[in-house]
């Protein structure tokens, strides 16, 4: 199964440069703690790379208890 990743904004974004803002709204993070579940594919690592000092980023799998 493909995996995703978990995306946690744990730092705020304020006070950090305007593309860095952009990044976190544009992976789907609004609020503090807020969780997003995204593909894994590299255009969404090189956003997180971006933003790495202010996410927790953890693999899941996809699906869940199918028979």
Known sequence: ???????KLVKSPIGYPWDQKDTVKR??????????????CPQIRGMIRKVRHLVEVE???????EA
């Open 1 to 7: 199964m493909p995996k995703k990743l978990k995306i």
């Open 27 to 40: 992976l789907g993070l609004r609020r503090m703690n807020q969780v997003v579940i995204k593909d894994d």
């Open 59 to 65: 693999e899941v799998e996809e699906g869940g208890n």
